[in-house]
């Protein structure tokens, strides 16, 4: 645990984790004038005949905005622009970090839904892409779907594709391990904030038919009286025989239950209930629906956590820097469902031959394996980019890769030189 006083001493010393650095020299006239007046006007005038030439000679090929109206920091809840900006100025240098992206951190003062839709249409132009971060439920998937269908530039969502994305990860890796296949298993789903419903309609999105969601009030099923309309979207995506039982009636014969709803929900007796070789992923923070060890001695064939201190970390840091890296590299428009399940088999890939029910997922506590991982996921969202049409300019995969851990390289290098 972090000692209180001793982050905000750094925090303060700081003044914050981010700055703004200049690519160029600007130490001679023939500099001034290379890069501001005269010589700017050059790119200016051939974007202005090609807006996607901005690509070419401005940083919007490399940077990111990273939007958020406040409403839902991390597990703070509503705690208000400026208080959620230093985990903005945080995720901002987990993009750089780790997938060597410029991300821009974006607190903005309205929690207006059509406000921060209009903010981010009007920002456009100077960015590659947009992650919309820590923005209350059930807003924030209007706001992702208005913006994706209106912008220009991928539009991620962390809470919702970024956690889906790892969750799928972690489950095609049990799965292999239980020797079952993730379209013929059982799955529910407690829980749906972001990252439930992310789960649902990727997991959807691949041919799993038998998924039952619940929320506070059950089981979601087509013709539920009080159904908003995601939870309409959720229900006729799962539940096809609409039953109307409790947790622990639906959860009889599942294969995977997934826990993104509170504390000590998954008891002994409800685990008992599933089918052979129980797979649970119970993610909450700060506390579980069930501990490690404690479903362990349940009888869960494999725990997924969300905890860095335990064994196979549902961390989305697995996800986004290497999934917005391959959208950047390819100046993609969108992202869609096939850009997330190749990242997910990329990060499932990058556990290898050390794959066991205690190693589902990659550690990003390695610096080597981080880095490889993230490549491979840019490498692979990339290749689904170019095959599914968002890409706006075709590269080799392979390109993307070796590009990917340099950029890293170099950020690493720099820190080295801030520990120094």
């Not at 979601?220 to 995601?230: S, V, W």
């Not at 170019?386 to 300019?393: E, H, K, L, S, Y």
Request: charged fraction near 25%; aromatic fraction near 6%.
């Amino acid at each position: 645990m972090a000692d209180k006083e001793k982050v905000l001493e750094l925090h303060k010393r700081h003044k914050g984790k981010i700055e703004t650095a200049s690519k160029v020299p600007l130490q001679t006239q023939e500099d001034l004038s290379t890069y501001y007046t005269p010589g700017v006007a050059y790119p200016c005038l051939e974007i202005k005949e090609d807006w996607l030439k901005a690509y070419d000679y401005t940083s919007k090929a490399n940077t990111i905005a990273i939007v958020t109206d406040g409403t839902r920091i991390l597990g703070l809840g509503n705690i208000g622009p400026e208080a959620g900006l230093p985990v903005m100025e945080g995720k901002a240098v987990l993009f750089k970090r780790f997938g060597g992206v410029d991300a821009v951190p974006l607190s903005i003062r309205t929690t207006n839904e059509d406000e921060i839709v209009k903010f981010v249409q009007q920002i456009e132009p100077t960015f590659g892409g947009i992650n919309i971060e820590d923005i209350e439920s059930p807003k924030s998937f209007y706001v992702v779907d208005r913006l994706a269908a209106s912008l220009n530039i991928p539009v991620f969502h962390d809470d919702q594709q970024g956690t889906a994305t790892v969750i799928l990860a972690g489950l095609l890796n049990a799965l292999k391990l239980a020797g079952k296949n993730i379209k013929n298993v059982k799955i529910v789903i407690n829980g749906t904030g972001s990252a439930g419903v992310g789960a649902v309609r990727l997991l959807s999105s691949i041919g799993v038919k038998r998924i039952y969601s619940f929320d506070s009030k059950g089981v979601i099923y087509e013709g539920r009286d009080d159904l908003t309309d995601i939870k309409a979207e959720i229900a006729a995506l799962t539940n096809a025989e609409k039953f109307k039982g409790t947790l622990e009636e639906v959860v009889v014969g599942a294969d995977v239950l997934i826990g993104l709803s509170g504390k000590g929900h998954f008891g002994k007796e409800l685990i008992s209930k599933m089918n052979e070789k129980p797979i649970i992923f119970a993610l909450t923070n700060p506390v579980p629906e069930v501990g490690y060890e404690e479903g362990k001695s349940y009888g869960a064939f494999i725990i997924g956590t969300g905890s860095s201190e335990l064994p196979n970390q549902i961390n989305n840091l697995l996800a986004f820097p290497g999934i917005m890296r391959g959208l950047l590299e390819t100046h993609a428009r969108k992202v869609n469902y096939e850009i997330l399940v190749a990242a997910a088999r990329a990060i499932a890939k990058g556990v290898g031959k050390k794959l066991s029910p205690d190693y589902i997922v990659p550690s990003m506590l390695d610096q080597k394996l981080a880095t490889k991982v993230t490549a491979s996921v840019a490498a692979a969202v990339a290749k689904a980019a170019i095959d599914t049409g968002v890409a706006r300019v075709k590269v080799d995969p392979a390109d993307v890769k070796a590009e990917t851990v340099s950029a890293i390289k170099k950020v690493i290098k720099a820190e080295r030189k801030l520990r120094d």
